[in-house]
């Protein structure tokens, strides 16, 4: 799960990790009120407005402005607020921000003696190690140095079981430059951050830029958090961080039906039991001259309920062209399944388009039976092979 900076710094403080203050507002009036309370808070005179939305490139888009003045902040989150913002990340269709992080400027107005470093925790998969990448190097064109000079980007792995070790933190500072006072502090910040990535059971934490103040603050300015979702059960208070906007509302149907559901580009939609078989599916429809529309695992226990949700999901998306579902019966019997699509479509009504249905397995012919007897615009298959070529006669 995905969350949005402004909650990324919530809990990187509740870690002890320091953050550029700041306060979230819908409003430009919240902005405002945020913009006074700050100031009442951290001193500052000058603000960011920074939009909320789950991508990072928000600064290079327009979605990040400094204000110096309370006016400067009402138009800044007026402009922001409501705007659809594209980014490198958001894909051309661009996100539109609800919500604005009112932070304090933390640049400070005619200080040049600050720096901006790269700093993200995550796991190594191969070697089953936490690594955290740094960079001298940070900033907003993190992706370009990563691409011409890979050499600026450190890596350091921390052994799971052992956790990062002091003298890792201080090779960390030392490689980053610093000394004295702004070395105490990053080797406090590595510290804390290696912490609340442990803490959350996240599996990335990425902090670009961690800035080094002119008075030698070490401060995470940005935030981008991804929390495993697999171990969201062990953090029920972070649930309340999800945020709908941000997700493809079809999978947020899907996952409400327990369906797992990946929305694509293509032209086929697909239902199968099972991620493998889903794979494989998607494959022959490629091969069968299609492009699949999703991805879709009803699970081992598909039944008419998951039938209808999972059709309903898949006849939302206009691209849609023809549907096929393969099923193998194992644990579920074909012919509840074959029962289940009849019932889901005449449910649904008005189905326009082609359904292809491959049963296998436990009572595949009698499924087969139930729908070619059904009189409905659904074909039955049992082999793969049948199924593909039904595809390909649809989509020629
Ligand atoms: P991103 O573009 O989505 O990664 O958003 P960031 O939160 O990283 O902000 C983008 C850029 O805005 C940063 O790289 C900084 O250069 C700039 N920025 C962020 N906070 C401040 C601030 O307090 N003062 C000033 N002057 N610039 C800031
Ligand atoms: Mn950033």
Redo the contacts with the bound molecule.
């Keep these: 799960m995905n969350i949005h900076?402004y909650q990324g710094k919530e809990i990187l403080k509740s870690f002890g990790v320091s953050i550029?203050e700041g306060i979230v507002a819908s409003t430009p009036e919240q902005a405002v009120e945020a913009a006074k309370d700050l100031q009442a808070q951290t001193g500052t005179g000058w603000w960011?407005v920074?939009a909320q939305i789950h991508a990072?490139?928000?600064?290079?888009g327009g979605?990040?402005k400094?204000a110096k003045s309370l006016e400067e902040v009402k138009e800044k989150a007026e402009e922001i607020l409501g705007m659809t913002l594209v980014t490198h990340q958001t894909g051309p269709e661009g996100k539109v921000v609800h919500k604005v992080l009112i932070?304090?400027?933390?640049?400070y107005p005619g200080e040049t003696d600050t720096s901006?470093f790269y700093m993200s925790v995550l796991l190594n998969r191969q070697t089953g190690r936490n690594i955290i990448m740094y960079s001298t190097e940070g900033?907003?064109d993190i992706e370009e140095v990563a691409d011409k000079t890979p050499e600026l980007i450190f890596k350091e792995e921390v052994e799971p079981g052992i956790g990062l070790q002091a003298f890792q933190a201080r090779k960390i500072a030392f490689n980053l430059g610093l000394s004295g006072k702004a070395f105490k502090e990053m080797t406090k910040f590595v510290t804390a951050l290696y912490n609340a990535y442990v803490g959350t059971d996240s599996s990335m934490f990425e902090i670009?830029?961690v800035l080094k103040t002119s008075d030698n603050l070490i401060l995470a300015?940005?935030s981008k958090v991804n929390l495993d979702d697999n171990a969201l059960f062990r953090h029920k208070d972070y649930e309340a961080m999800r945020d709908l906007n941000e997700e493809d509302p079809a999978e947020t149907e899907a996952s409400k039906s327990n369906l797992n559901f990946v929305k694509l580009d293509g032209n086929v939609g697909c239902m199968v039991n099972g991620a493998g078989l889903a794979m494989a599916t998607m494959d022959i429809i490629k091969l069968s001259g299609g492009e699949p529309a999703n991805f879709l695992d009803v699970g081992g226990g598909a039944n008419a309920e998951t039938v209808e949700a999972g059709l309903k999901i898949i006849l939302n998306d206009p691209n849609v062209k023809a549907i096929l579902i393969n099923i193998f019966g194992g644990i579920v019997r074909c012919d509840r399944v074959a029962q289940g699509v009849v019932e889901a479509y005449k449910k649904i009504g008005e189905i326009n388009i082609p359904i292809i249905v491959r049963l296998q397995g436990t009572n595949a012919e009698g499924g087969k039976k139930i729908i070619d007897e059904s009189g409905l615009k659904v074909f039955s298959a049992i082999t793969l092979k049948e199924a593909s070529d039904l595809v390909q006669e649809i989509m020629a």
Excluded at 56 to 60: A, E, I, M
Excluded at 103 to 107: I, K
């Design positions: 900076e550029q960011v920074k990072g490139g928000r600064g290079k979605g990040v400094l932070a304090q400027d933390v640049y901006e900033g907003m670009n830029p300015v940005d």
